[in-house]
């Protein structure tokens, strides 16, 4: 089993990036009718985050898992290595990932709303509340958090901290 190449995992990440974008707005527009009530409002936004930051932590979490599994059939100290260079591997997509998400704000700035809505699901419920001027900093440090969440998506795999029977059984 041959470790994936940088180009390919990054792929693999922008997808799923869109993707948890793409769906965070589609369940945004889907519950436009109840924009007048708080509760939905809230519960939007925090929905549509958890949407975002889950789907980031996926590929990640699939490349710890693979590195975890042939970690465990081939014991060695090669392995290791192998490991630790590929954690910093996933920070730097993140820091990639984060830098896409940041193009969306210059789309904004430059006056395409419409693209920007459809972009950036994942925070177009908060935009809506507030005043444009704000728009660009709640993007830029919700976005950040893609970093993190790279790193511990595939840190979670690499210890295979989400296996269920060892939760359950542990």
């Known amino acids: ?16 990036m869109i993707m948890g974008n793409l769906l965070a707005t589609v369940m945004t527009f889907s519950l436009a009718p109840f924009r007048g009530e708080t509760l939905i409002v809230a519960m939007t936004m925090v929905f549509a ?4 930051i889950l789907l980031v932590a996926v590929p990640d979490n ?20 192998n490991q630790k ?15 896409v998400m940041n193009v969306s704000i210059i789309a904004l700035l430059l006056g395409q709303i419409g693209w920007y809505r459809v972009f950036n699901g994942a925070t177009l419920q908060m935009t ?16 950040a958090l893609t970093v993190p ?17 060892k939760v359950m059984y542990k």
């Open 1 to 16: 089993m041959q470790k994936k190449s940088f180009l390919k995992l990054l792929l693999s990440a922008l997808g799923y």
């Open 49 to 52: 985050a958890a949407i975002y």
């Open 62 to 81: 699939k490349d710890g898992l693979e590195q975890y599994t042939k970690s465990q059939k081939n014991k060695n100290t090669e392995n290791d290595k």
């Open 85 to 99: 260079k590929s954690k910093y591997r996933w920070l730097l997509i993140g820091v990639i990932l984060f830098c």
């Open 128 to 143: 809506l509340l507030i005043k444009r001027q704000y728009i660009p900093f709640i993007n830029i440090g919700f976005y």
């Open 149 to 165: 969440a790279c790193h511990i998506g595939f840190i979670l795999g690499l210890g295979d901290k989400l296996n269920k029977d």
